[in-house]
């Protein structure tokens, strides 16, 4: 992330604008929310509008990098198989060409490019690979039963409804019930509904922790148990050519929709640019934009902002104190990303084939993706591996701290020490490693933060020329919940006229 100038935007103030510029609508953050905006307005012929954001390219949490050998992810890194009620994003599917025929299918069909390649994933346990995510190598049968139990009760939860006749848990976040008797597990620990619902065998509590940690950034002790069972309860997309579990990916991780999404801003977006302050009067909303070394006043009839709600309060000097409070209210999870490029397939341990997804049982990270999983080569040769690790264990601010205050050269080695146990020669065969640092990368779903009225606050504002729209609305970083709170934002611009 763009160290430098978010450290000024925290630190400093902004001169006066050098010039002016006007625009129908400007849409601060062009990350999946501020693209998704851009894409809906543009598709309903509002094409007056700019799209600012401060790092060197759109993307956000899905940006990518390329090297000779492929390109590779630098955070979100998959998409699962949408369902029905992700309307929005199997349109943008159809409109890649990924998916085929009726977007309204039950089963679509998808492009087998980007359905992910078998197999699909595996976990590193005690020394050994096995398939799947889930551990199954030496578990007695009573830990099996409970492995048996806990997914028949979230696939019944995928089908229960509410008494509003909406299901328990959907996806975007938004459609879910709103039965209070639901709601109220929101004030429970994942960890405790376990323990509650009669679940104490370890590897379910790592699977829970797991995921957790993979989609929030956070441990199952401090995740919403609301939180918690939508991870496991909200997917019910399928395929009418792969199994309902299969993702879709590409080497570049979600590079491949950003780029989709972006096309419809075209040269309409400008990166590099922080927004240092932004005052509404009744005519316009005029916002101060720090491009280079030059200030430029955006004078703008609509905002969007799509970039993270804690950012609002240091530009907007005038934002109402409750709003301001909900805004201020959220956990951001602090990441780690190190991409490692090597000049052949290292050496493996023994079990399971390698996997697109390989998952670390005993471990501080998650493990790591293989950019060249989905590339057909009959002979495989240099290859990228895509490692990651969310602080989970840290507080957010002694999380900050320790990226900030790490050298690269440590976080390198401390990465190549972990893989080493898996492959040994992977300090051999490296021929780099970069090492990516998110201070603020998601806001995590703690208990208590989802139903308690921060943000039901933030999602349901708007002013007559200032609208939200990011994933921090519902909560929590997915693709469909931020492309979701980007269309709603874009939906009241157009009903606004």
Known sequence: MNLALGHRLRDGQLPAPAVTRNTG???????????????????????????????????????????????????????????????????????????????????????????????????????????????????????????????????????????????????????????????????????QWLLDNGFTAPTLHWLANYACRDDYGADYTRTSAWAGLHYFACRNGAAANATDDTVLTAPEGNAWLVRGLAAAAGDRVQTGAMVGRMEESRSSIAVDVLIGERVVRYAAKQVIWAAPAFVLPRVWGAMPGQLKAAALAGEYAPWLTANLHLSARPEERHGAVPAWDNVFYDSPSLGYVNATHQLIRRQPGSTVFTYYRALHDLTPEAGRRLLLETPRELWADSVLVELERVHPDIRRLATRLDVFRNGHAMRRPVVGSLFSGERERLAAFQSPRLTLAHADLSGFSLFEEAQYRGIVAARRILRSG
């Open 25 to 191: 609508v400007l849409i601060v953050g062009a990350g999946i929310s501020g693209l998704s905006a851009a894409w809906w307005l543009d598709r309903h012929g509002c094409h007056d509008f700019t799209v600012l954001d401060m790092e060197s390219e759109p993307g956000g949490n899905s940006r990518s990098g390329r090297s000779p050998v492929a390109a590779y992810p630098w955070g979100a890194h998959y998409l699962p198989l949408p369902g029905p009620e992700a309307v929005h994003v199997r349109e943008l599917l159809a409109e890649l060409g990924v998916l085929q025929g009726d977007p309204a299918a039950l089963r679509p069909t998808y492009d087998e490019r980007y359905l992910c390649g078998t197999p699909q994933e595996r976990v590193y346990r005690q020394g050994l690979w096995e398939d799947g995510l889930l551990p199954h190598r030496g578990v007695d049968a009573a830990e099996r039963q409970q492995q048996k139990r806990f997914h028949e009760q979230m696939d019944s939860l995928k089908r229960a409804t509410g008494q509003d006749g909406r299901r328990l848990f959907a996806i975007p976040m938004a459609l879910s019930s709103q039965d209070a008797e639901w709601r109220a597990l929101d004030k429970l620990s994942f960890r």
